[in-house]
């Protein structure tokens, strides 16, 4: 009975837990930054907790010394103000402090930022995202005699049911789209970011993976990553690019290296067709087995 009991709840928990696509969105009073999907994303969230470290006591300090000033300098406990103009012990904490604060805030961010502009060699991965008012184009480099190229807009409402996603938990309202930017997991992906030359700047940015990269008309800029997990990860513009700039979502679907292969293969004649399979084969609920315990 006790080991029956056992494989109950491993199978609770397991059904619990378990997934087919993991999605990675926004979420009703979030105040952290996204869970991280790249190794990118997890230095920048460890460099935030770090902050706080000297951001807290800092700002304690400041409120401590703002009331001791209020209560022990105010007119009436302290009628005659000093006239002293200068502490040289003052003057070096005040100066030697924030000194080292900022030395310590230095360091790990200067190796951030050289961990995010350190681009692998030989990318495994390479696309193109042209953005226009109000959609982005993917354009797939290497990807056989006519690169593959597509067109993703905003998923309307009234296209959900066609393209079989009602489901508003995993393709929510204003950032799911019409066709997602499908990509391998485990594998340097190498983005490079414009605009259509009559266009604005736009920004491709993508909060799971730490990007955010301006899309300038006229200009190719670079930046790459490579996500750790699969699973379907939702962005936006964040550069004000006109009256429909909230509606300009980008979505990407990290899958298996099979199915990306898969997923290419089918795409490079018929997208819907290619998009559909591949959701059939990730969208599908987990299934857990557990064994039959014959003991008696």
């Not at 953005?131 to 959900?160: C, H, I, M, V």
């Not at 990269?213 to 006229?218: E, L, N, R, S, T």
């Amino acid at each position: 009975m006790i080991k029956r009991a056992y494989a109950a709840l491993a199978a609770i928990a397991c059904l619990l837990f378990a997934t087919g696509s993991y999605a990675d969105q926004p979420r009703p009073w979030e105040t952290g930054l996204q869970e991280a999907a790249t190794g990118n994303m997890h230095e920048i969230r460890w460099f935030e907790a770090y902050t706080l470290w000297f951001i807290v006591p800092v700002t304690l300090l400041v409120l401590v010394l703002l009331i001791v000033v209020m209560v022990k300098f105010r007119a009436s406990k302290n009628p005659v103000p000093s006239r002293t103009s200068h502490n040289t012990l003052i003057e070096v904490i005040w100066t030697v402090g924030p000194v080292l604060v900022l030395l310590f805030l230095a360091v790990p961010s200067f190796d951030l930022l050289t961990a995010q502009l350190t681009f692998p060699q030989n990318p495994d991965v390479t696309v193109k995202a042209t953005a226009t008012q109000w959609q982005w184009n993917y354009e797939y480099e290497n990807s056989g005699n006519t690169p593959l190229d597509f067109d993703s807009f905003l998923l309307k409402d009234q296209d959900r049911t066609a393209a079989g996603k009602e489901d508003k938990s995993k393709y929510p309202r204003l950032l799911a789209v019409d066709n997602e930017l499908v990509l391998p997991v485990n594998k340097v992906v190498r983005v490079l970011v414009t605009a259509a030359p009559t266009d604005v700047i736009h920004s491709f940015g993508m909060p799971s993976f730490g990007l955010k990269i301006d899309a300038v008309p006229g200009r190719l800029n670079e930046t790459w990553f490579k996500a750790d997990h699969e699973g379907l990860f939702y962005g936006q513009c964040s550069e004000l690019c006109g009256k429909d700039h909230a509606f300009m979502p980008i979505a990407i679907r990290i899958v298996s290296q099979d199915q990306y292969q898969q997923w290419l293969t089918t795409a490079a004649s018929d997208l819907s067709k290619a998009n559909k399979a591949l959701m059939a084969a990730v969208d599908q609920p987990a299934t857990v087995n557990v064994a039959e315990n014959t003991a008696e």
